[in-house]
C-alpha cells in the first residue's frame, strides 16, 4: 500500500467550470475526509465518510461541493460553478475506525480558479 | 464553535537549540492531541499524538499534554534546519468523529 493518493495533483479552471478530485484511501482505512487548506490557515474539515456514509459535512460545504464514496473505497469530490473563493489545496485524508489513532494525508490537490 | 489556536510565528531557534510550539483548544471533552508537520507546499505529516497527561518523548521531539489547562506543547531538542517547517497542532472534536486544527506555528531554524 503506498498511502493515500490524490489525482490530479494541481487544477486550474476558469470561474464557473466544475471540477472533481479524486481520493484513494489506504485499502484498510474504513474512514475518509476531505478539508480544504488556503495560505497560513491550517486544514478546515469538509466532509467525512465511514465506509459508503458520508456521516458528516461541514457548513463550509455549500450546495456548489458534493461529495461520494461509492462501495466504501476512493471517494470524489465535486465542487460546481467554481468561484475564485474556491482557489485552495483540497486534502484528502484516511483513517482506521478511531481518528484517536490519527490520520493519513494524501498529497493533495491543489486548485486555482482563475 | 471549537477552537485550536497557536501563535502563527515565525518562531526562529538556532540550530541546536531547544524549539518549543504551544496549542491550546477550547473543548473540554477533547482526548486525542496530535503534531503535524507541513514543508512548504506539502501535505501534513503525523509526527506525535498523546492522549494523557504528562509528556511523551519520541526521538527529538516531546509532545505535552495538560487537560486541566487544555493545553498541548511540542519540544524539539538539537533543532536542525530540516525541522524548519510548519508544526500543525489538532484535537479531536469529541466522539472521535474528526479533527480540528489549528492554524500552525512557522518554525524557523537558522545554523
Known amino acids: 500500500d503506498t498511502g493515500v493518493s490524490q489525482n490530479p495533483r494541481h487544477k486550474i479552471t476558469k470561474r464557473g467550470q466544475n471540477v472533481t478530485f479524486r481520493c484513494d484511501p489506504i485499502?484498510?482505512?474504513?474512514?475518509l475526509y476531505w478539508y480544504r487548506q488556503t495560505l497560513g490557515q491550517g486544514p478546515e474539515f469538509l466532509t467525512y465518510?465511514?465506509?459508503?456514509?458520508?456521516?458528516?459535512k461541514s457548513r463550509l460545504l455549500s450546495d456548489r461541493f458534493s461529495a461520494e464514496r461509492p462501495k466504501g473505497s476512493f471517494s470524489t469530490l465535486e465542487i460546481q460553478r467554481t468561484e475564485q473563493g474556491d482557489s485552495a489545496m483540497y486534502l484528502c485524508?484516511?483513517?482506521?475506525?478511531?481518528?484517536?489513532?490519527?490520520?493519513?494525508f494524501g498529497s493533495g490537490t491543489r486548485l486555482t480558479v482563475v | 464553535q471549537k477552537e485550536v489556536e497557536q501563535n502563527s510565528g515565525p518562531l526562529s531557534v538556532p540550530e541546536g537549540a531547544i524549539a518549543s510550539l504551544n496549542c491550546t483548544y477550547s473543548?473540554?471533552?477533547?482526548?486525542?492531541f496530535f503534531w503535524y508537520r507541513q514543508y512548504s507546499g506539502k501535505s501534513p505529516e503525523l509526527i506525535m499524538s498523546?492522549?494523557?497527561?504528562g509528556d511523551k518523548e519520541d526521538g527529538r521531539f516531546t509532545a505535552q499534554l495538560n487537560k486541566a489547562s487544555q493545553y498541548v506543547s511540542l519540544l524539539i531538542r538539537d533543532s536542525q534546519p530540516s525541522d524548519s517547517a510548519t508544526y500543525l497542532c489538532?484535537?479531536?472534536?469529541?466522539?472521535?468523529?474528526?479533527?480540528?486544527f489549528g492554524a500552525g506555528t512557522r518554525l524557523a531554524v537558522h545554523p
Open positions: 485524508a484516511s483513517s482506521s475506525d478511531r481518528v484517536d489513532y490519527g490520520y493519513t
Open positions: 465518510f465511514q465506509n459508503e456514509a458520508q456521516l458528516e
Open positions: 485499502s484498510e482505512h474504513n474512514r
Open positions: 489538532a484535537v479531536d472534536a469529541g466522539g472521535y468523529n474528526k479533527l480540528i
Open positions: 498523546i492522549y494523557s497527561n
Open positions: 473543548d473540554r471533552v477533547s482526548q486525542s
